[in-house]
């Protein structure tokens, strides 16, 4: 089918495209130039996606999940038929280059057809000629997806291939700051599913705050901030919705002293710096061992002068935007405070006053601990640099905070470096690599970075009612 990906930005529900008397602009962040109107849902268009889904649950849910797992797959052979145009719309509205783009919409293609292979198996208890006991997986209903600004398209499918596989609708409600080709995606899909299985509505607070306080939503599966996730848990509370929760991190990365510097410091630089550091598990704290701390930071201020920021449409850009305004203003605050308490920046820190909100890729050397630029999730371009010489007192400093949701372990000796990764407690903790996602691989938070798991038959279960059936045929 052919869909113009720059004009026309409409919403889905109950499988027709569905205008709004009021609109917001949506922003291009490399030039502040306004890109589109997106519609702002009314309360009367959101009970409308929430009764057609309602309404089309039974028969989706009665559907053999052979059936529904193909129309999943074929999501991701939509997408990557149009991946040209999403790549480049998803570029004006969130600012990532050309290669980030490629790596988010080739991967919302994968994990559709992926997770589309999946099926939760009945687990038979007991068995004998006269009794049987078994539990069983059911879809729980309605389900309410609120996605982030920094992965638009991917962090959407994470949530719809997994409800829609396992027999749930949905009303998807992606960030005001990236609309645009998530409404497109809904365009996309109006004549591939039923109507009223997949609703995509727009707009700001007011649209989260009525999805999450309503009756027929069973399970809301968020990602965002901590902040904002503690609201959703608190509403979710008044009819004791299921929620999944993927929020903040602060992940330590830990360099241990026998690795090869040079080669482990660019590594270490798209660990922190990938998305522009937007990423909730970028590397947002960098411990390194005092015997090679002077030399790992002095290579990574090397590779990190060889690393252009600029507009993601433009050839040879390898770091985009800050991508709003709130964001990046918190980013000059955090800057405005380090140098206002004297630290040390071995590289970048000032931010112009050009167009666009970019922020320089900054490095700060061997901050307090409890300076803002170490205990804040700064989500931007900013990386304090930490030196350690005692391993069990950097556990204990890593793991000092609110937060789990990921961490890094370098090291050539690898039973070592195991012994550290398997002391943080963190959700995920890779070893000598980083930022490595697999539809089949658990995903979640420990402590304050969320509730829940997003991929894998764990991730799949997220979406269901676990049904006991014990029969006595004696």
Known sequence: MSIDFFSNYTMSIDGAAAASAATFEAFNPATEEVIAAA??????????AVAAAKRAFPAWSARPIAERQALVARIGDLIEAHAEDFMRLLTREQGKPRK????????????????????LPVHISEESQTRRVETRREPLGVIAGITPWN???LLAIWKIAPALVAGNTMVLKPSPYTPLCTLKLGELVRELLPPGVL???????????????????????????????????????????RITLELGGNDPAIVLPDVD????AEKLFWAAFQNSAQFCVAAKRLYIHADIYDDLAAELVAYAKTVKVGDGSLQGTDLGPIQNRMQFEKLKNLLADAKTNGLRFLLGGDVTDAKGFFVPVTI????????????????????????????DGVIARANDTEYGLAASVWGKDIKAARRVAERIDAGTVWVNEVHTFSPHVAFGGHKQSGLGIENALEGLAEYTNAKTLVVNAA
Do not use: Y
């Open 100 to 119: 980030g783009a490629e790596w988010e919409i080739f991967g919302s293609a994968i994990w559709c057809r992926e997770i589309a292979k999946q099926e």
């Open 261 to 264: 510097v040079k080669e482990t």
């Open 151 to 153: 992965f638009p398209v």
């Open 39 to 48: 519609p702002d849902a009314s309360r009367e268009q959101l009970e409308a």
């Open 199 to 241: 609703n995509i509505v727009s707009g700001g607070n007011e649209l989260g705050v009525w999805m999450t306080t309503h009756s027929d939503i069973r399970k809301i599966s968020f990602t965002g901030s901590t902040e904002t996730g503690r609201k959703i848990m608190a509403a979710a509370s008044g009819n004791i919705k």
């Open 364 to 391: 700060i050397d061997n901050p307090p601990e409890n300076s803002r630029v170490v205990a804040e999730e700064a989500f931007g371009p900013i990386l304090p640099l930490l030196k350690f010489d005692d391993i």
